[in-house]
């Protein structure tokens, strides 16, 4: 899984020089970083905009069309939302990564950070977790397919269910499997991530209190779940928003294993983005779909900014 | 007021990108580096091209060897040097970023109908007639309605260079012998001959759904022989109606031969299985089913390095095909033929020229004899095709009564294959076909 950095801290206020006078120092040093991200952030940002609301042939600003996009992609297109019973589409599809995938990465991130500390060699077991993290995610999909191969001579999965006479499963090829399948790879994948950031958070506890506690008579679940996981509550957010973003932006995985298949069950709407953008053309639609990426991480980095203001005043 | 000196760079920056934004049309998006004509004016005097060009297309392997025969004669005969640039992978995307970024190939292979309507009305392909080529002159090479599929908005811009029959079933003669079974030329022979080898103790069908296309291909088939060629060419068009009876009940007879027990793997394992997989497994040294449904390439693949080379040369004998059988008496002689269509992104005279040999007798024999196509060029002799498979294929495709070019190729980018694939699967596909309809229609709307 591409990890996302977590976010920068705040720009540093300008300073201006003593007596209150303009000093040239401060665009000198803000302007290269500024340039950037005018460039490559600012601007890219406000075509997309532009773009959502024209028909983009060949990316240029050719037919404008309002907001025909926006309403098509929320009503007309099953392929990006389907309402119904249950719902599918490629944004109930993240919403599924989200829930899933962030709470049970999380959640074994913790479990294996707190049960490590209690063994001699935890650093061997946070290097092994660690390892899928350092492989490129379109490796990891690879491996992973041949893992789920139908084939019971190629594929890993089936070949064990063989030995217990359990007949070859495609997981892949079936649509109601296909999601959970690709969502236990990306656990696979990020659980490393989680569990060496919650295990350095995790030693950032006192051990007082944890001594106390079991003195009173906590029993480990009890401290687990009223002492660690309150105390580490920061890095568990910071966590949790990191592969948040991570679910948003989510297209190499999906791209590699199984192409948004079988049919269209599998996408998500970064993979939609570019379908639409460039194998169909339709660059207008998939500046459409970049946006609506771009709205749901507001929410997120907004949790995220006020989380770290609201830390920052405790100290 | 800090916060407002903040944001009123950004609100300039708005209005002016605002300003400058909307442009009239992408007419110019394609402009050639080298001269250029102006490309609303059928003129006939291109810009004089720098002797060299380059030709892309998703071909790789023997259909590559093939094809840069046909460039080596045309290089051989013109002077002009002729590059072929692959892109196995991501094609369409890979074209697109290419015209985009000002860098378009000089000719390019296009994968489909609709990305030939896209690029077309994108303004990124320069038509036959623009390069100084008369549709009339050379609509006489082809067979009736050849070229008309490569015409968008009234221009022809894609040229039919290589077609291969989609009504071919391909099985093994000697395996039929053995199991004392012979092709069928009815659906209900069909039929029995699935169950025939199933007595017989084999596993009849392959099936490589894992490539949705594969399913594309059967209900097109099975549509055209059921309904015929009107009913067929207003499915595919902006008037098709994806909710009519006559789609469900060829659905339904498709999946009376594509059922658990019939295909080798059960429905699960060949939505998983690709093409060449399927074939091998017809095909391959230690086979596992019986019959393969496919376009005529398949007996080039399967006498390939990716399946079984051993089979070259023992075509009649280890590899045949038998025509796509008639359904409750309907048709007969009716064809669906797979093709691609070339165009032209670059105008200048090296590229007229080579678009101008394309259309010739001897390109098309060039291409023919490297055993990979059939010319759709009717003066190709069908005795230069190497196999007789591929004689056999030729002689369907021009003596067939109609042939229809595959239909899923004419559709604007929405993904039939998704839907049959579900079919298969045993969903009910009557709300996915409603969906599918308002989302063809939008999308024929919006192209």
């Known amino acids: 899984m591409a990890v996302a950095t977590p976010p920068a801290a705040a720009a540093p206020q300008p300073r201006k020089a003593a007596g209150g006078a303009f000093s040239w120092s401060v665009p000198l040093f803000l302007g290269p970083a500024a340039l950037l991200l005018l460039g490559f952030l600012i601007v890219p940002t406000i075509y997309s905009l532009f773009l959502s609301f024209n028909r983009g042939r060949g990316g240029e600003f050719s037919n404008w069309v309002g907001f025909d996009n926006w309403v098509r992609l929320f009503t007309q297109d099953p392929d990006f939302l389907r309402l119904g ?54 490796s990891l999909a690879i491996i992973w397919r041949f893992v789920y191969s139908p084939d019971d001579e190629t594929g890993l999965l089936n070949a064990v269910l063989g030995i217990g006479n359990v007949g070859p499963l495609s997981l892949l090829g079936n649509p109601d499997t296909v999601n959970w399948a690709l969502i236990a790879v990306g656990i696979w994948g990020s659980v490393g991530f989680a569990t060496v950031i919650l295990s350095a958070a995790i030693k950032g506890i006192s ?94 980095m907004i949790f995220n900014i006020r989380r770290f203001r609201a830390t920052a005043v405790q100290q | 007021m800090t916060k407002f000196r903040l944001i009123a760079p950004f609100a300039v920056l708005t209005l002016v990108l605002a300003a400058c934004g909307p442009g009239d049309g992408g007419a110019d998006a394609s402009a050639p580096d080298d001269g250029g004509a102006d490309a609303s004016a059928p003129a006939a005097d291109v810009p004089a091209g720098d002797g060299s060009i380059v030709v892309t297309s998703l071909w790789g392997g023997t259909e590559e060897t093939a094809f840069v025969a046909v460039l080596d004669a045309f ?85 039919m260079v290589k077609l291969n029959s989609k009504a071919t079933i391909f099985y093994s003669p000697e395996r039929f012998d053995e199991m004392g079974v012979a092709p069928a030329t009815t659906w209900d022979e069909l039929l029995a001959l699935t169950e025939d080898i199933k007595a017989a103790g084999s596993t009849p069908w392959a099936l490589g759904a894992g490539d949705s296309w594969t399913l594309t291909d059967w209900f097109e088939i099975v549509y055209l022989k059921m309904h015929g060629t009107e009913a067929y060419d207003t499915l595919f068009s902006p008037e098709g109606d994806w909710t009519d009876p006559t789609v469900q009940a060829a659905i339904d007879t498709m999946l009376e031969i594509l059922t658990e027990e019939n295909v080798d793997g059960g429905i699960d394992g060949s939505l998983a299985t690709l093409f060449v997989d399927a074939i091998a497994k017809v095909f391959s040294t230690s086979p596992s089913a019986e019959l ?156």
């Open chain 1, 85 to 138: 019973f249950p719902p599918s589409g490629a944004l109930w599809n993240n919403i599924l990564w989200i829930v899933f995938y962030v709470s049970l990465t999380v959640f074994l991130g913790l479990l294996i950070a707190v049960m490590a500390t209690r063994v001699r060699y935890e650093a061997a077991i946070k290097a092994i977790v660690f390892v899928p993290q350092a492989i490129a995610a379109t």
């Open chain 2, 292 to 447: 393969y449904y496919g376009g005529g390439f398949v007996g080039g693949i399967a006498t390939g390095q990716d399946v079984n080379p051993a089979l070259q040369g023992q075509e009649g004998t280890a590899i045949d095909w038998f025509p796509f059988p008639t359904i409750d008496g309907s048709g007969e002689g009716l064809v669906t033929y797979g093709g691609d269509v070339m165009a032209a992104l670059v105008a200048d005279s090296d590229v007229a020229e080579f678009m101008a040999y394309l259309t010739t007798a001897e390109a098309g024999q060039v291409w023919a004899e490297g055993g990979t196509i059939i010319s759709p060029i009717v003066a190709v002799d069908t005795s230069v095709y190497p196999t007789t498979l591929i004689q056999a294929e030729a002689e369907q495709v021009t003596s067939a009564e109609a042939v229809r070019f595959d239909g899923s190729d004419l559709l604007p980018g929405t993904d039939l294959g998704a839907v049959l694939q579900a079919a298969v699967r045993g969903d009910d596909v009557t709300s996915l076909l409603e969906e599918f309809q308002a989302e063809t229609s939008a999308a024929w709307a919006s192209e």
């Open chain 1, 207 to 300: 051990t007082e209190v944890l001594e106390a506690s079991r003195v009173d008579g906590a029993t480990e679940t009890q401290i687990f779940w009223r002492i660690i996981v309150p105390m580490v509550s920061l890095p568990i957010s910071v966590v949790a928003v990191t592969l948040v973003v991570g679910v948003i932006k989510l297209f190499d995985l999906i791209f590699v294993m199984t192409d948004g298949g079988p049919g269209t069950a599998s996408r998500v709407i970064a993979f939609n983005m570019y379908q639409e953008a460039f194998p169909q053309g339709q660059f207008g639609y998939g500046a459409t779909i970049a946006i609506v990426m771009l709205l749901l991480l507001v929410p997120i």
């Open chain 2, 75 to 159: 290089t051989a005969s013109s002077g002009i040097e002729a590059t072929y640039e692959p892109n196995r992978t991501d094609y369409a995307t890979v074209l697109r970023t290419r015209i985009q970024g000002g860098n378009p190939p000089d000719v390019a292979i296009i994968p489909g109908i609709g990305t030939l309507r896209s690029l077309a009305r994108d303004g990124s392909l320069i038509s036959i007639s623009e390069l100084g080529i008369n549709q009339a002159d050379i609509e006489g090479n082809y067979a009736p309605g050849i070229l008309d599929v490569g015409v968008v908005d009234g221009e022809l811009y894609g040229i």
